[in-house]
């Protein structure tokens, strides 16, 4: 017989070995291990527990257990060592949880768009932050739906980008190993004009040219490798997908589906920019000095870029506006459609490059700074005098106002990539990086670091600040830590925009000039100058085509837009 105030045995071997009636009895598995002992009232098969009625009805309610089988109390093992008999049935669930590799996704979470196992629900998805559902609950529509025919469509219209994208970059590889052969042969040329002095430079200048034609090779077959393997991939998960759709494995179904969602959008996110290649033309341009001082010479020429040209300007002011236009932030949501914050009138305007008009304008309480495009429909501007981060939606080409975020300072500058934004602060002097929510994730300040970081620009590895009092640019990783800082002859640098091959684009209004700064921060120079205090610029790398802003205080010059097109 069991004595008073003694815990029952979590195990026991059979109903033969016990004394009386009272041993006999089973109880509530969970209470006996830490508390009052209490009559079981049903039993838990996946489990293996006998409950009490309380933790009958907690079972039931608790996001990791609601589905378990529950026997009631008629239905129940009449001891514990029979309830080992009843084996938890196999389930639908083989895919492996990323985070927690011996655990089976069988959750989702609306909140976070997020596939689960049950130790992430545990830790991280709780039913008070989250909405999770059951998988078995949601998926039975997935068959043949509508999310399962646009992922599929949204795969095959990725695959066809990487395709086009291949066949651009070749062209342009040509064109580009063209103008080098060119080169080569103006090379030849000049060189019957000296005399066997130069038969050294004349071999340094070739091999300047051909370590060119082999760097372009490589970063043509970087770019082929990096489609090729996003087509092999899209093209495993589609036939997964079919597959699971023609046997109607609706769970398997929907949990590769939302993988292929996740997919997709990193894709739709980092395809372009590690697909985007600019493969630069060349000149010859011989040394003068070469033909009457030979013996003073040091060089044959120089390999130089071709030059930017300006196609033309953009007026971006309109009826409904009362000042002077002042842009002081822009991004692209296309290739031929401009968003950009005119400070002075308070608004937001759409750009359509190609017909070089204003196309729709909305209206803030306060001035706007700088812009970001998070989606192609969805965009966040920085308020800085209410402190606050406006979002907006772009649908049929119109701009409208949605939520705001509230934020711990005069912001500034912001950039969005891989579901963060990236903020700069002017008072106090700091940078954020947030969740799309607001949420802070890491802060990087200190006066040593930054005295008026205006604009702010952002890669896959790293993220680029404009410091106007300290006359630098800064380059961190996304960790927060400072790799390095280019000074040189700047001296108010403003908007910052960072081209296709990891260079810096930076206007600095107070030397009248666009400069270039390498992707490491070591070396950097004028690509364009005697301008009219520019301030605000963007890259569109599809185009080659730099956007910038004037800030003079002048109508003929803020009203509008410059663009130089790199030939």
């Known amino acids: 017989m069991a004595v008073p105030g003694k815990r029952m045995p979590k195990k026991i071997s059979s109903a033969s070995t016990l004394g009386s009636d009272e041993d006999i009895k089973v109880y509530c598995q969970p209470c006996d291990l830490d508390g009052p002992r209490l009559p079981a009232h049903g039993y838990c098969v996946d489990c293996r527990e006998h409950l009490c009625n309380t933790c009958l009805v907690a079972h039931k309610k608790h996001t990791l257990s609601r589905h378990h089988t529950l026997l009631d109390k008629n239905s129940m093992p009449q001891n514990i060592s ?3 008999v009843h084996q938890r049935q196999p389930d639908n ?47 039975g529509q997935i068959i043949n739906s509508k999310d399962h025919q646009d992922i599929l469509k949204a795969m095959d219209t990725i695959t066809e980008q990487c395709r086009k994208k291949s066949e651009d970059v070749k062209k342009i590889t040509a064109k580009s190993n063209s103008s080098l052969t060119d080169i080569l042969a103006d090379i030849k040329k000049f060189r019957k004009e000296i005399n066997q002095r130069l038969d050294e430079l004349e071999r340094q200048a070739e091999d300047e040219t051909k370590t060119i034609q082999q760097e372009n090779n490589k970063n043509l077959q970087i770019v082929q490798t990096t489609c090729d393997d996003v087509t092999k991939s899209l093209k495993a998960s589609s036939d997964a997908i079919k597959h699971l759709n023609i046997s109607k494995q609706a769970d398997k179904l929907f949990m590769e589906l939302k993988l292929a969602e996740q997919m997709i959008k990193d894709y739709e996110k980092h395809v372009p920019q590690s697909a985007a290649f600019d493969s630069k033309q060349y000149n010859f341009v011989p040394n003068k000095a070469i033909s009457t001082l030979l013996d003073k010479a040091r060089s044959l020429g120089a390999l130089t870029e071709k030059s930017l040209k300006h196609p033309g300007e953009i007026c971006v002011t309109t009826s409904k506006i009362k000042d002077k236009c002042g842009i002081s932030g822009m991004t692209l949501l296309t290739s031929d459609l401009l968003i950009i914050t005119d400070y002075n009138n308070h608004a937001v305007k759409m750009v359509d490059t190609c017909s070089q008009s204003v196309t729709d304008q909305l209206q803030l309480d306060t001035e706007p700074f700088d812009v970001t495009s998070v989606t192609t429909t969805k965009l966040a501007v920085t308020l800085p005098h209410t402190k606050n981060i406006q979002f907006i939606s772009v649908s049929s080409n119109k701009l409208k106002k949605k939520q705001t975020l509230r934020v711990a300072g005069e912001c500034h500058g912001i950039s969005y990539c891989q579901g963060k934004l990236v903020v700069s602060f002017v008072r106090p002097a700091n940078l954020q990086i947030l969740d799309i929510n607001g949420t802070i994730l890491t802060t990087v300040k200190g006066e040593n670091l930054f005295s008026r970081p205006e604009y702010v620009t952002t890669n896959t590895y790293s993220i680029y600040i404009s410091d106007w009092e300290k006359k630098i640019i800064t380059k961190l990783n996304w960790q927060g830590k400072v790799i390095r800082s280019y000074g040189g002859f700047m001296s108010e640098p403003y908007g910052v925009t960072l081209s296709d091959d990891g260079n810096v684009f930076v206007c600095d209004g107070q030397i009248h000039v666009i400069a270039k700064i390498a992707g490491d921060c070591s070396t950097g120079n004028v690509v364009l100058k005697d301008l009219n205090r520019p ?27 410059r663009v130089f097109k790199l030939s």
Request: contains cysteine; hydrophobic residues 30%.
């Open 82 to 84: 029979s309830a080992s």
């Open 93 to 139: 669930f083989t895919k492996p949880c990323p985070k927690h590799k011996k655990e089976m996704i069988k959750f989702y979470c609306q909140n976070h768009e997020a596939l689960l196992c049950s130790v992430c629900v545990t830790l991280e998805h709780t039913g008070i932050s989250c909405k999770v559902n059951y998988i078995p609950d949601i998926s």
């Open 535 to 561: 301030y605000a610029v963007c890259w569109c790398a599809e185009t080659s085509r730099l956007y910038f802003s004037c800030d003079t205080g002048k109508d003929k010059h803020d009203n509008f837009l």
